[in-house]
């Protein structure tokens, strides 16, 4: 008892009200830190911290951190409890399942997926050099196109894996391997992905604070954005004038070429976060990653005989990759979306809301990277994608024991769903009486001042 008479308290509210640059407040299993100081030099960037400031944390904390970062938070600590510190039964049982999965060694035993997948990726490298350099023939050069785009698909899961977890033997090799199958091998930069990824793990299917729903004005996933909602991700206005209304009314048309050539969005996107004024960590390694693709590649595609060929090269390069665009948006789509900041208090039922699994046989993990069991993956990201499969059915049961949406769908199906979202949202933006913004034309694409 005289340990809990010395013990300092304060109220949830009163932990809202710690929210401002300079006074930022986090509560993690009912003790207060104070992360004014540290969201300068956190790993995952300020975002993900910015957006949850006020409010306990603990299940996201958990989602993101390995064991070892409980140890950092000693010298944050304000001294202060939460008075009315309270857990939900959701919660309890995802923390239960998560400690579980941590005794199990699931966390740190990472199997052989990273060491087939690169041997793969540089047989696939191999072969294209080889279709390009060695072969004459028009159709030996559209067979290494398509592999090329094969290799990037795979060297983005690379990248993505390296970002959630350490796939390497330390941190200094998951850092190169992050930028090699990233910047030097996709053009895209690891920065620009761990930025946006990160803040759409934690705001999952937030119009306004998930960036990979906010792509006005070439697509609207849902009527909200007709009312011109205010990107907290990108800090403007996602302005729905004559232009948005007119592309969004022919989206479900146009979703399919889009997508063919969405990684032209993604190189855009990358220069203008490396030229930015933003504080980008690694930011010389990041152009130096970017500079090494943008000398290989326009170099492969010149050694083609003719520009005819070259286009079709690139073209047919880019449209395979389109595959694991549309995966990523037939993940989040079609699911259910909200306005607003995340909470801490419903990461779980969240996370539910705004995913959808493509179900497949275990023969096509290696295709989809682990990342058709999407809820999964957002439930625990650092968790590898080898156990994945494994611990699905666990997070089934969880779901159905709380009443919680878990969609796992076909491919086809998945298509289905997310075409006919589309389609209702354009439908209901040719509605002429809906108002929109007259005289301004927001720009083609999502961009960083």
């Known amino acids: 008892m005289a340990q809990e008479t010395e013990k300092k308290y304060i109220t949830s509210e009163d932990l809202k009200k710690h929210n401002k640059p300079g006074d930022l407040w986090i509560a993690i299993q009912g003790k207060v830190y104070n992360v004014s100081d540290w969201i300068k030099s956190h790993p995952g960037g300020d975002t993900v911290i910015l957006n949850l400031v006020g409010q306990d944390v603990t299940d996201a904390f958990i989602a993101f951190h390995p064991g070892t970062a409980w140890h950092h938070l000693d010298h944050l600590f304000t001294g202060f409890h939460i008075r009315d510190f309270e857990v939900s039964e959701v919660s309890r049982d995802y923390r239960r399942m998560a400690a579980e999965f941590r005794k199990l060694g699931l966390f740190d035993n990472k199997g ?109 996933v849902s009527t909200k954005f007709f009312t ?22 022919y989206q ?124 999964e993956h957002h439930l625990f990201p650092r968790l590898p994608r080898c156990h994945l499969r494994k611990v699905s059915p666990v997070v089934q049961e969880l779901c159905k024991k709380h009443n919680l949406p878990y969609r796992s769908l076909s491919w086809f199906d998945a298509n289905v769903l997310t075409i006919n979202t589309l389609k209702k949202a354009a439908y209901q933006a040719r509605d002429a009486a809906n108002p929109v913004v007259k005289n301004l034309v927001w720009e083609a694409l999502n961009t960083h001042g």
């Open 228 to 249: 011109s909602l205010t990107s907290r991700f990108y800090d403007r206005k996602l302005t729905f004038d004559p232009v948005a209304r007119f592309l969004v009314s």
């Open 112 to 220: 052989h997926v990273t060491l087939y997948t690169l041997a793969f990726i540089a047989a696939m490298f191999a072969g294209v050099l080889y279709g390009v350099l060695a072969c004459n023939s028009v159709f030996a050069h559209q067979i290494a196109a398509a592999l090329l785009g094969l290799l990037w698909i795979q060297s983005a899961y690379i990248g993505h894996d390296s970002g959630h977890y350490v796939i390497m033997s330390n941190k200094s090799y998951n850092r190169f391997a992050q930028l090699l199958s990233g910047n030097c091998l996709t053009g895209i930069s690891i920065a620009w992905w761990k930025w946006t990824h990160n803040a759409h793990h934690l705001a999952c299917n937030s119009l306004d604070y998930d960036p990979d729903l906010q792509h006005i004005p070439v697509f609207a």
């Open 252 to 375: 479900h048309f146009t979703y399919y070429p889009v997508m063919c050539f969405g990684r032209i969005n993604l190189f855009i996107q990358t220069f203008l976060l490396l030229f930015s004024r933003r504080d980008v960590p690694d930011r010389a390694l990041n152009f130096a990653g970017i500079l090494v693709f943008w000398t290989w590649f326009p170099l492969l595609v010149s050694c083609l005989p003719s520009w005819p060929e070259r286009f079709f090269f690139v073209f047919t390069s880019f449209t395979v990759t389109a595959l694991q665009h549309i995966q990523f948006t037939l993940n989040h789509f079609a699911a259910d979306v909200y306005v607003g900041p995340p909470t801490g208090s419903d990461w779980f039922e969240k996370q539910a809301a705004g995913t959808i699994d493509i179900s497949c046989r275990s023969y096509m993990d290696w295709f989809f990277g682990g990342l058709q069991f999407q809820l």
